[in-house]
C-alpha cells in the first residue's frame, strides 16, 4: 500500500514538471512570435519627400517600442521601381519591398474603385479631404485590397494637384487645348486631363524633371510641395492653381509581411503609421502654404490663380467615365457624402 501510495504521489510530480515545462516553453514560443524585420520602404519620391520624413519617423517609433525588433529602410527615388512598380512588387509578393506609399488612385489597376478620391474637385480643402478618405466609403473600398496581398496603414497626404508649364499660360481650359502634359499612369488624372482638353501621357516621375527640360512635353501637374521639393521649377516657367485634384496617399504593407508580426506588434505598427499620418498632413498643409510664395520668390515662377469655375464646370462628367468601374449606387454615396460636406 504504502508503495502504491508513493508510486501514485511520484506519476503526479512528474506530470506536474511535464505541464510545468509545457508552460514555460509555451511563454518562450509566444516571446519567439516577435519578429525581428527591417521594412523594404519604396517610394517614388526624393528623401526630402514629406512621405520620405513621415515613414522615417514611423520607423523611429517602431523601432524604440519594439527594442529595435522593427526597423525602416526607405528606397527613395524610384530605387525600387516607379509607383506601378512598386504597387505590382507589393501585390505580387515578389519580396523586393514590404511597405509602399503611393496616391490612393494608383491602386486603381488592381482595385478600379481606389480610384475615386481623385475624381476632380471633390473638395475644397484640406480638412474636408481628410475626413473623407478617413470615412466609411474608403475604409470599404480598402478591404478590397487585402485580396491583392495589401493592407493599407494609414493615409498620408501630397496635397491639391496644379498644372505648371514651360511657356503657355494656363489661365482656362481653353489654354490646355492640345498640350501634351506629363500625367502618372493613372486613369482618373488622364481623363480629367483630356476633359481639359490637354493631350495627357504617362510618365514615371523620376523621369519628369529632365523631359521637362529637353522640351519632351509641354507641362506638368502636381502638388505645389512636390513642385517646390523637386525643383521643378527650374524647367517650368508657370504655376496655374488650378487644385483639380486631391492627391491623399496610401501606406501599405504586403499582408504576407503583416501576418509575420506577433499581435503586439501589429498594434504598434498600426498605431505608429498612424502617428505618422497626422504629423504628414499638417507638413503637407504647411508646405503648400509656404511653397506657393517660394516658388514665386526663389524659383521665379508666375504664380496665376485661373477661372477656376470654367475648370471645375470642363471636368464635371469625368466621374461618368468610372461608373462601369465605381457602379453607380457607389456614385450616388459620394454625391450624397460630398453635398452633405461642403
Known amino acids: 500500500m504504502k508503495n502504491r501510495f508513493l508510486a501514485v504521489f511520484m506519476a503526479l ?27 523594404r520602404v ?41 509607383d506601378g512598380a512598386l504597387i505590382e512588387a507589393l501585390a505580387l509578393d515578389s519580396g523586393t519591398v514590404d511597405i509602399i506609399i503611393s496616391d490612393t488612385s494608383n491602386f486603381s489597376s488592381f482595385v478600379p474603385k481606389m480610384g475615386i478620391s481623385a475624381l476632380p474637385f471633390l473638395f ?5 479631404a481628410w475626413k473623407f478618405m478617413d470615412g466609411e466609403i474608403v475604409a470599404e473600398i480598402e478591404k478590397e485590397l487585402l485580396n491583392h496581398n495589401m493592407r ?20 482656362t481650359p481653353a489654354d ?5 502634359i506629363r500625367v502618372p499612369e493613372n486613369p482618373v488624372y488622364m481623363a480629367t486631363m483630356r476633359a481639359l482638353g490637354a493631350n495627357p501621357q504617362p510618365l514615371g516621375f523620376s523621369e519628369v524633371y529632365m523631359a521637362l527640360k529637353q522640351g519632351t512635353f509641354d507641362a506638368q501637374e502636381n502638388p505645389i510641395p512636390v513642385i517646390y521639393n523637386n525643383k521643378l521649377y527650374e524647367v517650368q516657367s508657370y504655376l496655374s492653381v488650378t487644385n483639380h485634384t ?14 509575420k508580426l506577433s499581435a503586439a506588434q501589429q498594434q504598434i505598427v498600426a498605431a505608429a503609421a498612424k502617428n505618422s499620418e497626422k504629423g504628414n498632413r499638417n507638413m503637407n498643409k504647411k508646405m503648400t502654404e509656404d511653397f506657393i510664395v517660394n516658388l514665386a520668390n526663389e524659383g521665379g515662377m508666375t504664380i496665376i490663380q485661373p477661372e477656376h469655375q470654367l475648370f471645375v464646370d470642363a471636368t464635371k462628367n469625368v466621374k461618368n467615365d468610372f461608373v462601369n468601374d465605381y457602379g453607380t449606387e457607389l456614385l450616388k454615396r459620394l454625391d450624397a457624402w460630398v453635398a452633405a460636406n461642403k
Not at 519617423?57 to 527615388?77: C, N, R
Not at 490646355?176 to 501634351?180: D, E, I, P, S, V
Open 246 to 259: 486631391y492627391a491623399g496617399m496610401a501606406v501599405a504593407i504586403g499582408e504576407t509581411v503583416w501576418k
Open 176 to 180: 490646355m487645348r492640345g498640350m501634351l
Open 13 to 39: 510530480a512528474i506530470t506536474a514538471l511535464v505541464f510545468a515545462g509545457g508552460g514555460r516553453d509555451e511563454g518562450s514560443a509566444a516571446a519567439a512570435q516577435d519578429a525581428e524585420m527591417t521594412f
Open 42 to 82: 519604396g517610394i517614388s519620391a526624393p528623401i526630402n519627400d514629406p512621405r520620405a520624413i513621415s515613414i522615417l519617423e514611423f520607423g523611429d517609433e517602431i523601432s524604440a517600442k519594439t527594442g529595435g525588433k522593427l526597423k525602416v529602410q526607405v528606397y527613395p527615388s524610384g530605387q525600387l521601381g516607379n
Open 124 to 128: 475644397s480643402n484640406f480638412d474636408t
Open 152 to 171: 493599407v496603414l494609414a493615409h498620408y497626404d501630397n496635397g491639391f494637384r496644379c498644372v505648371t508649364t514651360g511657356s503657355k499660360v494656363v489661365k
